[in-house]
């Protein structure tokens, strides 16, 4: 079982920067691929980045690349997400996901979801 609890969202205007964490628990975090999805309103989840469990090999969406850098820390069983040039589009609220040994860019590739973060970006 893996509980995992965002923090760090907020309001900021464009072209500001935020950084998300995400903490969690559980002593096979080093195991686990994680990710960071966003859903907006009126729209649905879509993926952000992922770290793999081994070797921090990363995988960013299109929107994202260039602006944001996720990073983990397995001493520490937490994620990041660093966050910069921000847009109002990047406005939405921020979850980390986790998956046993593998990534994906679908909602149903992963076993826990924390509860979210939201993130504003004022133009």
């Known amino acids: 079982q893996v509980q995992l609890v965002e923090s760090g969202g907020g309001l900021v205007q464009a072209g500001g920067s935020l950084r998300l964490s995400c903490a969690a628990s559980?002593?096979?975090?080093?195991?686990?691929?994680m990710s960071w999805f966003r859903q907006a309103p009126g729209k649905e989840r879509e993926f952000v980045a992922s770290?793999?469990?081994?070797?921090?090999?990363?995988y960013y969406a299109d929107s994202v690349k260039g602006r944001f850098t996720i990073s983990r820390d397995n001493a520490k069983n937490t994620v990041i997400l660093q966050m910069n040039s921000l847009k109002p589009e990047d406005t939405a609220v921020y979850y980390c996901?986790?998956?046993?040994?593998?990534?994906?860019?679908?909602?149903?590739?992963?076993?826990?979801w924390g509860q979210g973060t939201q993130v504003t970006v004022s133009s």
């Open positions: 996901a986790a998956a046993f040994r593998r990534l994906g860019v679908l909602e149903g590739e992963y076993d826990y």
């Open positions: 559980g002593r096979t975090f080093s195991s686990y691929g």
């Open positions: 770290i793999r469990w081994s070797y921090g090999t990363t």
